[in-house]
């Protein structure tokens, strides 16, 4: 009989007004239950009005009802507590305010957990179970518990909305279709969100995109913000340094003339020693010679040499040396600073840039040496003669782990970004691609956003005994040209001209590329095959 009754509904066993188990039950005269604490708080409520109602059934009664504790009920309720009942959540799962309600319950509903779009229906843990348990339910679509599934129903003919009206834009149902919809561009609703989810993505996509490259405007913004403070912070500091230099400097100029003062009296009195002992040494009285020699023949004490220290020049030495390392610091800081903040005048530079070079000579006036970074190189490239040069080799190398390193093709980037006029040439073997990219192009997975030429953010020319292509944007150009085993590239970032050309005893075009760049530019190499190689030449 116990296990029989642990079965039972927990609300059976509930209180109407704290929604809780009974605690001391006592019964009304009208036969429902409460906790003792709970209809004694009831009826105090109701003591001026002199009726006292029950809380369920309304029913009044006058006088106000002596209530006992019901013992039974009460020895029930602590066998159930015994049994387990009470390990349940305190809440059981009913409905709140913010939750959907199961709409099978009756009584008081627990909380949905599924809704059904076909059902329309949403349904607690336990009426679900025939959705999960029988054939008929098996292809009822489940989602998350929603209040709006009315909205799921046409209003006009009282059926699910499965179609969607492209021409009005509007969800409908399958008689709409060929009622007042006919004629019009419908699809099913689920094709329409696999084409809407699509925009969507893309959407997701430009959005992620223009949030990276605000972060980037952002860092660049924060890096002249820093090299501004960092201008002024030296200026404060070569203020401070010109005043201490200063009080220095007039201290020492004050003891070098007072040295001064005292060298040109003691040379004074040295000349006048001299004098007397030069007319001393012409007298031709000896006795006279030999009276006055002891007391002409002393010399004063001497200022010596070595306390002489001439030190104006020495003092600063180590100023100086101070000085020339914060310099070089600061050169270095304003180095890389000036590559970003050179972008923002890109307008500017146009308007002032001078003609592409035509001979190798003038090429050769905007060369720069370029390195390779080790950071950057897939692991089975082996960087070689200063990181210039790159071959592939057939096992992995022990680089370290480092983000911007390469892992599926075989790529690496320059070391140096690259801004303004340069000019670079490389010397390849096998199958070669010959590339410039933004430094934020990805660098994993075997797609074409790491593979350069494929995307957005790199262009490169395909070089082999053969041919010549261009890639931009996975888009194949085809190039024709004298065969060389020595490309030449030329960048003038702010004309946003990139050009490839073929280098032997002349010059020729291959192909030029005409822009806008955005970021710095770092040259780059892929390389195909086993030993295929590429080497950045020194031109200077």
Same mark, same amino acid.
């Given at each position: ?77 602590? !066998? ?37 779009? !076909? ?9 679900? !179970? ?66 809407? !989810? ?343």
């Amino acid at each position: 009989m116990t296990q029989k009754a642990v079965q039972l509904d927990r609300e059976t066993f509930s209180c109407s007004i704290c929604l809780d188990l009974l605690k001391d039950p006592v019964t009304t005269p009208c036969g429902h239950s409460y906790c003792t604490n709970c209809i004694n708080n009831h009826w105090d409520t109701e003591d001026e009005k002199r009726i006292h109602s029950c809380p369920q059934c309304r029913k009044s009664f006058t006088p106000r009802p002596e209530l006992l504790k019901n013992t039974m009920l009460a020895v029930l309720v602590e !066998q159930l507590k015994k049994t387990g009942l009470q390990a349940a959540p305190a809440d059981l799962c009913y409905a709140g305010p913010e939750d959907v309600a199961c709409d099978v319950c009756t009584g008081r509903k627990l909380r949905a957990v599924k809704s059904c779009l !076909q059902c329309v229906a949403s349904y607690c843990e336990k009426h679900l !179970q025939p959705h999960y348990e029988s054939a008929a339910f098996k292809k009822h679509k489940l989602v998350e518990p929603s209040e709006k599934l009315l909205e799921n129903i046409c209003s006009r003919h009282d059926e699910v909305m499965k179609m969607f009206c492209r021409t009005d834009q509007q969800c409908i149902c399958y008689l709409c279709s060929v009622d007042e919809h006919k004629g019009h561009d419908t699809v099913s609703a689920a094709a329409e969100r696999t084409e809407r !989810q699509r925009e969507l993505e893309g959407s997701r996509h430009n959005i992620q995109q223009r949030i990276q490259d605000r972060e980037e405007y952002v860092k660049l913004l924060q890096q002249e913000v820093e090299a501004t403070q960092l201008i002024r912070l030296m200026e404060k500091r070569r203020s401070d340094v010109k005043q201490q230099v200063r009080s220095q400097q007039e201290t020492e100029v004050s003891r070098v003339k007072e040295l001064q003062e005292k060298l040109e009296q003691e040379i004074t009195e040295l000349k006048r020693k001299d004098a007397e002992l030069k007319k001393l040494s012409h007298t031709e009285d000896h006795n006279q010679f030999l009276h006055n020699y002891p007391s002409l023949s002393a010399l004063s004490e001497s200022t010596h040499s070595s306390s002489i220290k001439i030190r104006l020049l020495k003092y600063f030495e180590d100023v100086t040396a101070a000085v020339s390392e914060l310099r070089d610091k600061l050169q270095d800081v304003l180095r890389e600073t000036w590559t970003n903040i050179s972008l923002t005048v890109t307008q500017v530079d146009v308007l002032l840039s001078q003609p592409e070079p035509k001979t190798r000579a003038d090429f050769l006036r905007y060369s720069c040496e370029i390195t390779l970074d080790p950071n950057t190189a897939h692991r089975q490239l082996l960087l070689s003669k200063g990181n210039r040069k790159a071959t592939i080799v057939s096992k992995q190398l022990s680089y370290s782990n480092h983000p911007d390193r390469f892992t599926k093709w075989f790529q690496v980037l320059s070391r140096e970004s690259l801004t303004g006029r340069c000019y670079w040439e490389v010397e390849w073997r096998g199958e070669v691609y010959v590339a410039a990219a933004y430094k934020n192009i990805r660098r994993t997975g075997w797609t074409n956003e790491s593979k350069f030429g494929h995307n957005d953010k790199s262009w490169s020319l395909s070089c082999d005994t053969n041919s010549y292509q261009f890639y931009y944007k996975n888009i194949q150009t085809l190039v024709s040209g004298p065969p060389s085993s020595r490309v030449g590239v030329y960048l003038d970032h702010s004309a946003g001209i990139l050009s490839f050309y073929s280098v032997s005893d002349t010059m020729t075009l291959l192909h030029r590329v005409q822009t806008t760049f955005t970021e710095p530019l770092y040259a780059g190499l892929w390389l195909r095959c086993i030993e295929d190689s590429a080497e950045f030449c020194k031109l200077k």
